[in-house]
């Protein structure tokens, strides 16, 4: 389902079912989708949208919205790089255990925000790194459907 072009407002359940998806930027033009500003092919992963919630396309850019896969990460030595913003589930993405979330050094200043939430979307913890170019980390042990 394709949303956007001209800025507009969609209601969950009446413009398009409740539910986990996965967002992508498909054209040149920089796209608002809920408050996150996207870019070209630029994606955020496993949204979930509420019955009843009013989403905001604000741009001239277009969203494709598309139902969330859920995809195991890929693991590199014992390290997994999440590169796109979104939600990932513990056991479908990757395995329960202890994880250390690191920031590593960047040329640019990174604003990143790590909320960790059990099944039922309640919050368990969360991390906020502003303004931060230097290399930084924390750990959690997340747990089935965290």
Request: with cysteine; hydrophobic share 30%.
């Amino acid at each position: 389902m394709v949303l956007g072009k001209n800025d507009k407002e969609y209601e969950v359940g009446k413009d398009f079912h409740p539910g986990y998806y996965d967002v992508m930027s498909i054209s040149s033009k920089t796209v608002n989708f809920a408050g996150d500003n996207l870019k070209e092919n630029e994606e955020l992963k496993g949204i979930f949208n509420c019955h009843n919630n009013k989403i905001g396309v604000r741009g001239e850019g277009q969203v494709k919205l598309t139902s969330a896969k859920f995809e195991k990460l890929k693991r590199k030595d014992d390290y997994y790089t999440i590169s796109e913003s979104g939600y990932y589930v513990v056991e479908s993405e990757m395995p329960e255990g202890k994880y250390e979330f690191a920031l590593e050094k960047s040329p640019e200043s990174l604003y990143i925000f790590i909320d960790i939430r059990n099944k039922k979307l309640e919050p368990i913890d969360s991390i906020q790194w502003d303004n931060k170019k230097n290399a930084c980390s924390i750990s959690f042990n997340l747990k089935k459907g965290d």
